[in-house]
């Protein structure tokens, strides 16, 4: 099946940077998924994004399928963009395979 | 409801017995996932339903586990004799109609922890 892989695994930021969140997975998709878990463990939708590019506010998300990676794209952090990430995926199938996730950490 | 829904949100049982947790998926919402996430981990799929019926229970890890949808909405995931690693965290989804081209919109998710 295939698996993901999120890179880094953490990442420490101050208040205004920007960050790019990597994801790769190890075969063809046709859903691919970007999540937010916030600290009290929701997951929370940003993109739904087997191919091509989207925005949406200050977060923006590209997969370039035939290179098996997706990008997520924040700019001007903020505190509550504090979190752990996740990419998943499927392929022609309901179950969704996720990553291991980027931890975020934002201070003021 | 706006979202999915979950309860109870917490639950402390004792290893070897049983335990219900149940699923309220968006309205109109034909597909139903059960994902279980352990400590520091991504979700892992545990079943899928369209409808009543199980389309998909490969992620079930043994016999112990089982799940509902009796009416094609609410679903019971239940777990008999648990084993102290069953403590995790149980996450439900929903989908509009299920498939590899639809978002899947996640719960809040019931912590479990086995004693």
């Known amino acids: 099946g295939i698996q993901v892989e999120q890179s880094p695994p953490d990442l420490i930021l101050q208040e205004g940077a920007n960050s790019t969140l990597r994801c790769n997975f190890s075969d063809s998709v046709n859903n691919l998924q970007w999540f937010h878990q916030n600290p009290w463990g929701q997951l929370i939708n940003l993109f739904y994004i087997p191919s091509g590019t989207k925005q949406n506010g200050r977060l923006s998300a590209t997969t370039v399928a035939t290179e098996r990676y997706s990008l997520l794209y924040i700019s001007s952090s903020q505190t509550t963009d504090s979190g752990v990430y996740f990419c998943?995926?499927?392929?022609?199938?309901?179950?969704?395979?996720f990553g291991t996730g980027t931890r975020l950490q934002v201070f003021p | 409801g706006a979202g999915v829904s979950q309860t109870p949100s917490n639950k402390v049982t004792e290893k070897g017995k049983y335990v219900e947790l149940r699923c309220d998926p968006i309205?109109?919402?034909?597909?139903l996932y059960w994902y279980r996430q352990s400590l520091g981990q991504g979700p892992e799929f545990l079943i899928y339903?369209?409808?009543?019926?199980?389309?998909?229970d490969s992620g079930l890890p043994n016999d112990r586990f089982f799940a509902v949808r009796p009416e094609g909405s609410v679903s019971t995931l239940k777990i008999q004799r648990t084993e102290r690693g069953d403590s995790a965290v149980y996450l439900c989804?929903?989908?509009?109609?299920?498939?590899?081209?639809?978002?899947?919109?996640f719960g809040p998710g019931t912590r479990l922890l086995v004693l």
């Open positions: 989804a929903s989908s509009s109609a299920g498939g590899p081209y639809e978002t899947q919109y």
């Open positions: 309205s109109g919402h034909t597909a």
């Open positions: 339903f369209q409808g009543t019926g199980a389309a998909d």
């Open positions: 998943a995926a499927a392929y022609n199938t309901d179950k969704l395979i």
